[in-house]
């Protein structure tokens, strides 16, 4: 059975520590792709679902005139407001991606980075981004993505034998018809950017318990030689040591409408 949001969000609070220094979070080479894309200007109000411990939000919050951080973990929003308590333009907020809270036609730009892949409904998180967009707004998310059909299996059951709250890694394909669906026009996307990751500290920053790290690692181990070259795992001495992790990278627009 799928984990609910409120259980989701209850398993992530005790990892805010965690995610407050993970380097990959705080800047790895997404980040400035995703500020690249989102332009964040002087004026603009802006929305980073699923913001964790904010480290998107807090960048965002250089360039525009106001940022919130919305995430439903306690846990997390509370490491969030530590590390960032001193940006006065930067706010955090209980919500979900379904359920923001926020008006119809609120913010100029909404991102979603490292999160879209737990949310259980993609057609109900891109309606309610499409609703508190204004017209010409901009999303830019970011996530993991399944770089082929033939590794969906393996891949999704290293993910969440590691993390039991994830939902799925789409592949690019799947995010294009995602947001066509729901309205959205997109303007430009790619999978080219790679998070070369740490073995150990992904598991360990999930806290699993004993029995699913070890899965994890044999996981690794036991991997086709096509999913080994396709995520580049490295292994020393019978050790899983490395991988890289593909990523999408998206902006699309809410079109203005028509008034004729």
Known sequence: MAASIEQTAASWSKLGDNYATSIVHKSGPSLAKLIQLARPQSTDLCLDIGTGTGHTAAELAKYAHK????????????????????????????????????????????????????????????????????????????????????????????????????????YLSEWQDFLKDAGFEWIVGDSKTVYHLDIEKWINRMEPSREQANTVRQLFLSASEFAKETFNIQIKDNKAISFDMPMAIILAIKPARNED
């Open 67 to 170: 940022v919130w951080g919305l995430d439903p973990s306690h846990g997390m929003r509370l490491a969030a407001e530590k590390i960032y308590a001193d940006i006065d333009n930067l706010g955090f907020i209980d919500g979900t991606s379904e359920k923001t809270g926020f008006p119809d036609d609120c913010f100029d730009i909404v991102t979603a980075r490292h999160t879209l892949h737990h949310h259980p409904s993609m057609p109900n998180t891109l309606a309610e981004i499409y609703r508190i967009l204004k017209a010409n707004g901009r999303f830019v998310l970011v996530d993991e993505i399944t770089p082929k059909p033939e590794l969906n299996d393996w891949y999704h059951q290293l993910e969440i034998t590691r993390d039991p709250t994830h939902k799925r890694s789409y």
